[in-house]
Structure formats: structure tokens, C-alpha cells
Nanobody, 117 residues
Framework: VQLQASGGGLVQPGGSLRLSCAGS????????MGWYRQTPGKQRELVAT???????RYAESVKGRFTISRDNAKNTVYLQMASLKPEDTAVYYC????????????WGQGTLVTVSS
């Protein structure tokens, strides 16, 4: 199973960016998909998750600004980010996990988002 994240880059404060994470293999539709982010010296933190049934959870810091969605037909999860702030600067990672048998956790490689003027 591979997860390929893309869409990171440099954006000005207040701008928007959309991240994508495409998954290979046959696990996508039954996985909880999530986006996490990490800055140097800090632990990786949850940004947003979406279950196979469409239930969504956001970190308080991104509520109202970020939107997570998934397209099971394309094995892809998205993170639409708006009203970006400098504190959103981080490496963003996608994750696929299943907490019940068969249990698994897969991480994609990170994509860097830099919010700066």
C-alpha cells in the first residue's frame, strides 16, 4: 500500500491550497483517512479525519478554514485549506488506518506547506 501526497507549496497568508493524497491497493474505501501536520521540534498533530462513512473530525485550529473530503472511486483524499495563516506552515502527512481487524496504519510521505509573505 502506498499513499502519495501532493499539492504543497508556498502561499501567502490568507491564501488557499488543496492537498491530495492518492492511495494504491484495495484498502482505501474501508479506511479512516486523515491529514496530520508536523513542524520541527513538535509532535505530529491531527488536522482532520474522515471515515469511510463520511464522518469528519477537525482540529479546533482549522475548523471553518479547512475542508477534508474523499473520493473512493479515485482512492483519493483531499484537504482544501483556506484563510491560511503562518502558523499553518508544516509538513502535511496523509494517513490511512483501520482500527478493527484487519488493523493497519499507513502513512504517506509529507508535503510541505509554507505560509509566508
Amino acid at each position: 500500500v502506498q499513499l502519495q501526497a501532493s499539492g504543497g507549496g508556498l502561499v501567502q497568508p490568507g491564501g488557499s491550497l488543496r492537498l491530495s493524497c492518492a492511495g494504491s491497493g484495495n484498502i482505501f474505501s474501508s479506511s479512516i483517512m486523515g491529514w496530520y501536520r508536523q513542524t520541527p521540534g513538535k509532535q505530529r498533530e491531527l488536522v482532520a479525519t474522515i471515515t469511510s462513512g463520511g464522518s469528519i473530525r477537525y482540529a479546533e485550529s482549522v475548523k471553518g478554514r479547512f475542508t477534508i473530503s474523499r473520493d473512493n472511486a479515485k482512492n483519493t483524499v483531499y484537504l482544501q485549506m483556506a484563510s491560511l495563516k503562518p502558523e499553518d506552515t508544516a509538513v502535511y502527512y496523509c494517513k490511512a488506518n483501520r482500527p478493527v481487524t484487519p488493523v493497519y496504519v499507513y502513512w504517506g510521505q509529507g508535503t510541505l506547506v509554507t505560509v509566508s509573505s
